[in-house]
C-alpha cells in the first residue's frame, strides 16, 4: 500500500474508532481526484470532531490519537506515512453541506470521502479563501466533464458567492 | 451523513493557527535540497496517476519517474 493510501485508510480508522465524526478530502488533493493534479504539500482534510460543548480551540484529541499510533504532529499538521496531513474543522454551513454532500470514491482499493468538485470550487470562492491560485484552480475544475454547472450556481447563490 | 446538531466551530485563533502551520510547512519545503525536492515530486506522481489513468489514457511521458533520487 503506498504513503497515501495508508493515510485515507488511516482516516477510515479515525471515523471508525470515534476520533472523527466524519470528513472528507479537500484541497488540492481533492482536484485530483476531478481534475489534473496540482502541486501540493499537503492533504487537507475537512472535519467533523466530535460534539463537545463550545467552540473549538485545539486539535489535541486528534493528534494524541495519531502520536499514539506513531504518526507525530509538526506545524498543525500530521506526518501519516510520509504525507503530511491537516485537519480542518468545519467552519460554516458551507464547509458543513461540503461534508454532508462528499462523495465516496476509492482509491487503490481504499474507500474514501471526497469533497465534490462544485463545494472546492464554491470554498475557494468564500472571501477569506480567495486567491489568485485557488481562482485558477476553481476554472480547472469547472471545465471537468463531470462538474454540475447548476448546482454551483444553486450553492453559490445560496451562500451569496461571486467569482 | 447528516451535519451534527450544532457542530463546534475552530476558534479564530485555531484558524490562524492551522494557516500558519501550512505556511512554515510550505517555507520548510522550499529549503529542502534539490534531491529531497525530487523525492516529493516523486511521492506527488506516485499518488496522483493512479487517479489520473481513471480519468483519461495517461499519455508516454505520464508515469513514476524511475530514479533514485
Not at chain 1, 69 to 84: K, N, Y
Amino acid at each position: 500500500m503506498t504513503g497515501f493510501a495508508i493515510a485515507l485508510a488511516t482516516l477510515n480508522e479515525m471515523k471508525a474508532a470515534g476520533v472523527l465524526s466524519d470528513y472528507a478530502v479537500g484541497g488540492a488533493m481533492a482536484l485530483v481526484f476531478w481534475t489534473e493534479p496540482v502541486p501540493t504539500y499537503d492533504l487537507d482534510v475537512l472535519v467533523w470532531l466530535p460534539t463537545r460543548e463550545g467552540p473549538i480551540v485545539s486539535l489535541s484529541e486528534v493528534y494524541d490519537w495519531l502520536a499514539a499510533r506513531g504518526w507525530a504532529a509538526h506545524a498543525e499538521h500530521v506526518l501519516v506515512a510520509g504525507i503530511p496531513v491537516q485537519f480542518l474543522p468545519a467552519h460554516d454551513a458551507l464547509a458543513d453541506e461540503a461534508l454532508t454532500t462528499a462523495a465516496m470514491l476509492d482509491y487503490s482499493g481504499v474507500p474514501v470521502r471526497v469533497v465534490r468538485p462544485e463545494y472546492l470550487v464554491a470554498l475557494y470562492l468564500e472571501p477569506q479563501a480567495r486567491t489568485a491560485k485557488r481562482r485558477e484552480r476553481a476554472a480547472a475544475l469547472g471545465e471537468g466533464a463531470l462538474f454540475d454547472h447548476q448546482r454551483l450556481q444553486d450553492i453559490m447563490l445560496r451562500f451569496h458567492l461571486t467569482w | 451523513m447528516a451535519s451534527p446538531t450544532q457542530p463546534g466551530r475552530p476558534t479564530p485563533e485555531l484558524l490562524a493557527a492551522l494557516r500558519q502551520g501550512k505556511a512554515t510547512l510550505r517555507h520548510e519545503r522550499h529549503t529542502l535540497s534539490l534531491p529531497e525536492k525530487v523525492r516529493a515530486v516523486i511521492e506527488l506522481q506516485q499518488a496522483c496517476l493512479p487517479l489520473l489513468a481513471r480519468q483519461r489514457g495517461l499519455r508516454p511521458w505520464e508515469r513514476v519517474w524511475d530514479t533514485d533520487a
